[in-house]
């Protein structure tokens, strides 16, 4: 019994050292103030910043199309391990907080949508499916949509 009760004290004091060392380490990691590298792609400041407007059309079969319009953007289905730092990728299209798809073109078919409001969002993504990030913070754009 006292076996099982050092067992657990020890097991606690690693993972509390473990935790430890990352709190102190965190603000080394990210000493340069800048977005972590695993999420976002920073484009640079010299670099045109790429805009992104979002526009809705209804065909006749009833699905919602979101049409991506973008400047200083290029849409590629070739995707890499890691990007440069080029406004090259696709979006993420998000519906009410889920994602529900990538767009590799400028046009995506959000298909039928049941009667309501809906939040649409979309993000440019690197060709690595970091997030792109430029002079002014993360390039997106939103648009509410409500399908009756």
């Given at each position: 019994m006292n076996r099982c009760r050092f067992h657990k004290i020890w097991t606690i004091a690693i993972v509390a050292g473990l935790l430890?060392?990352?709190?102190?380490?965190?603000?080394?990691?990210?000493?340069?103030?800048?977005?972590?590298?695993t999420v976002f792609l920073t484009l640079p400041d010299t670099a045109p910043q790429p805009d992104l407007s979002l526009r809705l059309t209804q065909d006749q079969s009833g699905h919602w199309i979101l049409w991506i319009?973008?400047?200083?953007?290029?849409?590629?289905?070739i995707c890499a391990a890691v990007a440069q730092a080029a406004p090259i990728g696709h979006a993420h299209i998000i519906i009410d907080g889920r994602k529900v798809g990538s767009a590799y073109g400028p046009v995506y078919d959000l298909g039928a949508l049941q009667a309501g409001p809906?939040?649409?969002?979309?993000?440019?993504?690197g060709q690595d499916h970091r997030a792109l990030i430029g002079k002014d913070g993360l390039i997106m754009a939103e648009v509410t949509l409500i399908a009756t």
């Open positions: 430890g060392s990352l709190a102190i380490a965190a603000p080394a990691y990210n000493a340069s103030h800048s977005a972590p590298r319009e973008t400047t200083h953007f290029q849409f590629t289905d809906h939040q649409i969002s979309v993000t440019l993504r």
